[in-house]
């Protein structure tokens, strides 16, 4: 079974701040590394995907992927608080056809 | 615009009534693929179509069918649903390729008495 792992949270952080959220992944053959947000009740929305090692940032957000360690990262700066939400950590697996979805971290931004 | 569409949002019926869930696609997306999402064991696949004609089982196909005879559509059969099937599901679709991300339908939530 391939697994993603999510701290499930809630993390809280005032706004303004830095929130960073973890993933890590079971498969070595794992090719690409995708970062959702969730509302409650709501559709995942992609935020950003990564796929080479190092740091890719778009805006406020900056995905980090280290391969040899199997984790993936997502930091938020100047949080805000129209940032709460479930973040769902994804991963495509060797094959490039199935995903596996981590069970997701619940962020809260106070204002 | 681009979207991927789901019917209908909200379904409830009873057990061992046949339904069936419909997923459009307006992308020209070669890949679909289904999932259901369940509290505490989030977002697991269903089946996936890599085009027409050819699909593949995902981590929890038992008790579901599909069929990919058209490009954009994508059904979700389910012949004799049980209650362990009320849950929300979401179809997805996908440029073919590794670095492509998945796009989500505005999800089906299912209630089996």
């Known amino acids: 079974q391939k697994e993603v792992e999510q701290n499930s949270g809630p993390l809280s952080v005032p706004e303004g701040a830095i929130a960073s959220l973890n993933c890590t992944y079971s498969?070595?053959?794992?090719?690409?590394f995708f970062w959702y947000r969730q509302y409650s009740g709501k559709s995942p929305e992609l935020i950003m995907f990564?796929?080479?090692?190092g740091d890719k940032e778009d805006g406020r957000f900056t995905a980090q992927l280290n391969k040899a360690s199997q984790y993936v990262s997502l930091l938020i700066r100047d949080s805000q608080p129209s940032d709460s939400a479930t973040y769902l950590c994804a991963v495509n697996g060797d094959t490039g056809n199935q995903f596996y979805f981590g069970t997701g971290t619940s962020l809260t931004v106070i204002p | 615009e681009a979207q991927v569409t789901q019917n209908p949002r909200y379904l409830i019926t009873v057990t061992g009534k046949k339904l069936t869930v419909t997923c459009s696609q307006n992308?020209?997306?070669?890949?679909m693929s289904w999932y259901r999402q369940d509290p505490g064991l989030g977002l697991r696949q269903i089946y996936y179509?890599?085009?027409?004609?050819?699909?593949d089982k995902g981590d929890v196909p038992e008790g579901y069918k599909v069929s990919r005879k058209e490009k954009r559509n994508f059904p979700l059969i389910l012949e004799s649903p049980s209650p362990n099937q009320t849950s929300l599901y979401f179809c997805?679709?996908?440029?073919?390729?590794?670095?492509?991300?998945?796009?989500f339908g505005n999800g089906t939530r299912l209630t089996v008495t």
């Open positions: 498969d070595r053959g794992s090719q690409s």
């Open positions: 990564i796929y080479s090692n």
């Open positions: 997805a679709s996908k440029r073919s390729g590794t670095a492509s991300p998945l796009h």
């Open positions: 179509s890599m085009n027409v004609e050819v699909t």
């Open positions: 992308m020209n997306h070669e890949y």
